[in-house]
């Protein structure tokens, strides 16, 4: 009989994703998976760039899961919300991925959504434009809700991104982000 | 006015700021948790540094090497070259010089905004 954890391997192998971590999230665990991302991709001989581009969205995504959780430290669904963060780095037909995703209270979708619409269908020089604008404006990005931060990461992806929503309950719903450098 | 020294972690970078040879080094990856609260005494220095030092101390050399920054440390890095800009239009002597390594083009793309974000003349140079 097969165990589980081989299966969750099968799961891992089958979508490409070579490094995975699912739970609490801290800058500890963030800095090292960055430093992990950046070792495996040397030892394949990845242009800079390319390990540059997938350590920076790395760190973004990571951070705003990160920030997201702290905004909710008051919220009863907090542990479930924590608990809830998933990121995933891997390959597909020879590019590298950053998928990521986390609960959100449903009432945080919307102006997240607008965020990311606002982003589909950009130029690379409109995202420099609105990147600009934005680091320019007076608000701590620490802030602003994630803002800066996609703009950043659809800057570095070389397709558009691939965000879904899926409704839980009346209180929660899940979010994932793909990104495709 | 007593020199600012803080070291480098995986997440934060080298600084190095003395008030008496007027050389200011920051150097590191920048990713923090809190950029704002790691950045914050950096300010509050270089606040007291611009109101102490004389017109007639010479130049104030400014020396960059941030190999990658996330967002929200951008944010802080472009709030520090606004300090020198605004000290650069009060009369100040400033030579800023920002290192960036050659094969990454990121490093120098990211050096380029900085440019185009404040009006602060400052060599570029490749290591």
């Given amino acids: 009989m097969k165990s589980r954890l081989t299966d969750i391997q099968d799961v891992l192998g089958s979508s490409g994703i070579s490094i995975c971590f699912s739970g609490r999230f801290s800058q500890g665990l963030i800095e090292e998976i960055g430093d992990a991302v950046k070792m495996h991709m040397e030892s394949e001989d990845r242009p800079k760039n390319d390990i540059f581009n997938v350590f920076s969205i790395f760190v973004e995504q990571s951070q705003n899961i990160k920030n997201y959780v702290i905004s909710k430290e008051q919220s009863p669904g907090r542990n479930r919300i924590a608990s809830s963060a998933t990121i995933c780095i891997g390959q597909e037909d020879d590019r590298y991925f950053v998928w990521s995703g986390n609960i959100m209270e449903n009432s945080d979708v919307a102006p997240l959504l607008a965020k990311l619409n606002k982003l589909v269908g950009v130029s690379k020089d409109e995202l420099k434009k609105l990147y600009k604008v934005q680091i320019m404006s007076d608000l701590n990005p620490e802030q602003t809700g994630a803002g800066i931060g996609l703009i950043d990461i659809a800057k570095r992806s070389s397709q558009p991104l691939e965000f879904s929503v899926d409704n839980l309950d009346e209180t929660y719903s899940r979010f994932e982000l793909k990104v495709i450098v | ?127």
Avoid: H
């Fill in chain 2, 1 to 127: 006015m007593e020199p600012l020294i803080i070291e480098s972690t995986k997440s934060t970078p080298m600084v190095d700021f003395n008030a008496k040879n007027r050389i200011l080094i920051i150097k590191g990856q920048s990713y923090p948790e809190n950029s704002f609260k790691f950045y914050d005494p950096i300010f509050q220095w270089l606040d007291m540094f611009f109101t102490t030092v004389e017109d007639d101390d010479g130049l104030i050399k400014l020396e960059i090497s941030l190999p990658y920054i996330n967002t929200s440390s951008t944010k802080c890095i472009l709030m520090l070259l606004e300090k020198f800009e605004v000290a650069e239009k009060n009369g100040r002597n400033m030579d800023v010089t920002w290192y960036y390594d050659k094969e990454n083009e990121n490093e120098l793309e990211c050096a380029q905004d900085f440019k185009e974000f404040v009006e602060l003349e400052f060599n570029l140079i490749a290591v």
